[in-house]
């Protein structure tokens, strides 16, 4: 019912930059928060950073001030703007949304597939 695809990911070398973006489609409502996860291999997934319908957003400590969070309501689409990458940020990154669906009108968390990001030294 709801889809959430990931692009940009790719291989970038360390100081470059990638933006990511992720687009939800399906029968949706609104979208409360949008966020962005990422998983190394041997690793827990972990939060990335977040953005609320309002705008609020917050970020994980390791990638504050080197990434930042945004999203076009419009078009149901959030983006990821990485800028300094390091090899430690190499990871699967996945979407996040927490949609409000349309028919019927109730909430749901939706995950894409997510987006391998490689970032050499």
């Known amino acids: 019912q709801v889809q959430l695809v990931e692009s940009g990911g790719g291989l970038v070398q360390a100081g470059g930059s990638l933006r990511l973006s992720c687009a939800a489609s399906?029968?949706?409502?609104?979208?409360?928060?949008m966020a962005w996860y990422r998983q190394a291999p041997g690793k827990l997934r972990e939060s990335v950073a977040h953005?609320?319908?309002?705008?609020?957003?917050n970020y994980v400590d390791f990638v504050k001030g080197r990434f930042a969070i945004s999203r076009d309501s419009a078009k149901n689409t959030v983006y990821l703007q990485m800028n300094s990458l390091k090899p430690e940020d190499t990871a699967v990154y996945y979407c996040?949304?927490?949609?409000?669906?349309?028919?019927?009108?109730?909430?749901?968390?939706?995950w894409g597939r997510g987006t391998q990001v490689t970032v050499s030294s």
């Open positions: 399906g029968s949706i409502f609104s979208i409360k928060t």
């Open positions: 996040y949304g927490k949609v409000v669906l349309n028919t019927p009108r109730y909430e749901s968390d939706f």
């Open positions: 953005i609320t319908s309002d705008g609020s957003t």
